[in-house]
């Protein structure tokens, strides 16, 4: 037994501490400060909000207003030079390890706080504590857990101030944007690190976020789970909590026989699904059957362009497509999928464009791809005219 502290503990039952003690840390900042203060994706009753408050204080000293400011930047300057976190600008060593630096340099930059910190918490115990004396409550922490553990609470302590710092700014900053699967295209690098949100309380979803940002639920394919989700319900389902946006929601109807703008207003709602599903329903079978087929030497290329393919063009260096241009050059199967994707993605990307100017657009679109002689090009037609999403709120 471990004694010397007002609980007599066992091993099993420190473990069992720490494992709770930290997880209600990462509820706190999946929760509380990222869906709720950084991204407006729920309103949280105050009393839930300020035990949230509360309880960063005492474990993390993360200040509420810089903690938002950084997140929202990093959103809006994604893997760019102003990105306070990019593995992709900074390496994935220096971010994994060096995480918590990272976001202690960004929070001493004023622009930042003053242009992404609006709207978080500004009350008396805000500017009075838990900003002005963000440090005390760590201490006050240090001080309790080692009155109730003994020396062993100096263990306890020391591994919630690692916890945070390692998972979210090490991991998922780090780890988030460099490996993983992705379900969405999206000009950043962010990817889902595992499709089940458990360790990291749905945090581990993090191509879902970056493609949807709003949206108070991480998870998206059926099969992918997302724990902070469930603490959200179970704070609705006490009325502690209410959802305000969750991204959309696919539905397919019957196929219309043309589009129309009803087909377009949902289409633009829902073009990440769209690029996905292309993705999922034309490259994929289009490289699978062509690699099948190639002789032994091309099919390495193949793959490799498969790869190169999936990826948002933003994200492809020069030499990047200069290879693939060579690879496909050699196969016109694979070269004319690939434009058609290119095509269909510029139809979206013309933020200016009008829908009636995308209907135009998508219906020449649809056009040329039915004649294309491409059996998954024309089986996608089908699948676009059948789209019929509307926003969940």
């Known amino acids: 037994m471990i004694l010397n502290g007002l609980f007599d503990f066992s091993l099993s039952d420190f473990i069992i501490l720490i494992l709770v003690l930290t997880h209600v840390t990462i ?64 390496g994935l060593s220096k971010v994994l390890w060096q995480g918590a630096e990272l976001y202690q340099q960004e929070a001493k930059n004023q622009e930042t706080l003053e242009r992404y910190g609006k709207g978080t918490p500004d009350d008396w115990l805000e500017r009075h504590l838990y900003a002005r004396y963000n440090y005390s409550g760590i201490a006050l922490l240090f001080i309790v857990e080692l009155i109730l553990l003994g020396p062993a609470g100096i263990t306890v302590w020391a591994i919630q101030m690692i916890w945070i710092p390692f998972w979210a700014a090490g991991v998922i900053n780090g780890i988030g944007h460099y490996w993983g699967y992705r379900n969405f295209e999206i000009p950043n690098a962010a990817t889902n690190i595992v499709p089940w949100g458990i360790f990291i309380g749905g945090e581990e979803l993090h191509n879902n976020h970056h493609a949807f940002g709003s949206s108070a639920k991480l998870s998206n394919r059926w099969w992918e789970f997302d724990l902070g989700w469930f603490y959200i319900k179970l704070f609705t389902f006490l009325r502690l909590a209410r959802v305000l946006k969750i991204a959309p929601k696919r539905a397919l109807i019957a196929e219309r026989s043309q589009l129309d703008i009803d087909a377009i207003k949902a289409l633009t709602v829902n073009r990440l699904q769209l690029l996905s599903d292309y993705r999922r329903k034309v490259l994929k079978p289009v490289f699978r059957y062509e690699i099948k087929h190639a ?71 649809c056009a040329q791809a039915e004649a294309s002689g491409v059996e998954a090009l024309q089986e996608f037609v089908s699948i676009l005219r059948s789209y019929g999403m509307t926003p969940v709120r």
Not at 305 to 330: C, F, G, P, W, Y
Not at 348 to 362: C, D, I, M, Y
Request: proline share 3%; aromatic share 10%; hydrophobic share 40%.
């Open 27 to 90: 509820v706190s900042v999946t929760v509380f400060l990222h869906r709720h203060q950084a991204h407006r994706a729920l309103w949280l009753h105050p009393l839930l909000s300020h035990f949230f408050r509360f309880w960063l204080w005492l474990t993390t000293g993360m200040v509420t207003r810089e903690w938002v400011s950084i997140h929202r930047k990093h959103h809006a300057k994604c893997e760019m030079e102003d990105d306070p976190h990019s593995p992709q600008i900074q």
């Open 295 to 365: 002789q032994r030497p091309l099919r390495r290329l193949y793959r490799s362009a498969q790869r190169l393919v999936r990826r948002d063009s933003m994200l492809l260096s020069d030499s990047d497509l200069l290879q693939l241009k060579e690879i496909l050059d050699t196969n016109a199967a694979l070269d004319k999928v690939y434009q058609f994707k290119l095509k269909l993605q510029a139809i979206w990307e013309q933020q200016a464009s009008s829908h009636e100017k995308r209907l135009e657009a998508l219906s020449l679109w």
